[in-house]
Structures are given as structure tokens and as C-alpha cells.
């Protein structure tokens, strides 16, 4: 009963989101995660927090709206949608993106239009750094190799 009331407890706190929560300023991170999230996946006190930094801040609500346009271009993998995106992104707070998106055009339209994905190797780096990082000092590369093969 107890692990229960404390999480209403919890639950209650989160969800009272009062004058001196809005007042204070949320991390730079703390903003872009918000603004890069859907709003169907934000919690209420979330969603007024948004609301809020939307009202201060109202170029924050063209970039937010470029960020979700960049993200379904990304999605639907149209990448004959990209260069619209980059010029209705120079014009906001997004430029400095925009520009870096411009200089690497190419290979942001190869990746948004490329069916192929580095992921599955990136993946398998990390997982080798990890295991080499949990190791260090032990042994050599025969060990290493049984815990590669055996981690499978």
C-alpha cells in the first residue's frame, strides 16, 4: 500500500504544475527535448511548460515546426523535399543547422533517400568498445574473443 500512495504522491507533484514551476527557466536540453517531441508523447506539465516557452519565445514555435517538417521528410524519406526545407529553415532559428545541412547536402539526401543504414555496424562497434572497456587490464585478445563469441 505504501509503494502505492507514493507514487499518487509523485504522480500528484508532477502533474501540479504552478506559477513559480513556470517562472523558472528549463535547461537549454531540457528545451530541445521538449521541442523535439512529438506533443502527443509529452505529459501534461510538459505541455505547459511548452506553452509557456512558446508564448515567451514565438520563434520557437517556426522551429519547432521546422524541426517536425525535417523529421517527416526524414520518415517518408522524400528527400526532393529537402531543399525547401533548407530554405524555410535559413530563415529561422534553425540557420546555423540549415547551413551545415547545406554544406553536407549530398550526403544528408543520400541518407534520407538510401534505403541502406550504417546502424547494424555502428551497433556492433559499440558493443565491441563496451565489452573492451569492461575488460580493461585483464586479458588479451583470446578472451576477447571468447566474450564476443559467447555474447551471442
Partial sequence: MRVVSEWASRRRRSEKMDEAGLRRTPSVRTIAHL?????DA???PETLTIAAIEDSVPALVEARAAVAAFQATNRKKAGDELD???DRAKAGLLASFASGVTKDHAAVAAAITNPWSNGQTEGQITRLKLIKRQMYGRAKLDLLEARLIGAD
Avoid at 521541442?35 to 506533443?39: E, K, P
Fill in 84 to 86: 525547401s526545407w533548407i
Fill in 35 to 39: 521541442m523535439t517531441t512529438g506533443r
Fill in 42 to 44: 509529452l505529459s501534461k
